[in-house]
Nanobody, 124 residues
Framework: VQLQASGGGLVQAGGSLRLSCAAS????????MAWFRQAPGKEREFIAS????????QYADSVKGRFTISKDTAKSTVYLQMDSLKPEDTATYYC??????????????????WGQGTLVTVSS
């Protein structure tokens, strides 16, 4: 599976961005897709995940109610709609794919495929 992330940029606090992750190279029906982020000097952090089959989602508490993960099956693309952005959301955002079970979908070690990362900067 190859993943290509895009959509990052500079936004003011309170603003919105939508990240995209285009997947190719494999049928995704058995995969879980996820977004993680990593701020400078911090560990990689789980943000959201979605089951490709069925569309079940889960979110980190830090973004619940502000971020929405979704997918477009026809385009093999996963999105992360980010609203009400805060300066602490500043990080490089990565999309990931893996045949992980749902109970481990927040753990980055269960995702063997990663996109290149896209930088999101939120100014105060």
């Amino acid at each position: 599976v190859q993943l290509q992330a895009s959509g990052g940029g500079l936004v003011q606090a309170g603003g919105s961005l939508r990240l995209s992750c285009a997947a190719s190279g494999s049928t995704l029906s058995s995969y879980t897709m996820a977004w993680f982020r990593q701020a400078p000097g911090k560990e990689r952090e789980f943000i959201a995940s979605i089951r490709w089959s069925g569309g079940t989602t889960q979110y980190a508490d830090s973004v619940k109610g502000r971020f929405t993960i979704s997918k477009d099956t026809a385009k093999s693309t996963v999105y992360l709609q980010m609203d009400s952005l805060k300066p602490e959301d500043t990080a490089t955002y990565y999309c990931a794919a893996g045949r992980t079970i749902w109970s481990t979908a927040r753990d980055s070690q269960y995702y063997p495929y990663w996109g290149q990362g896209t930088l999101v900067t939120v100014s105060s």
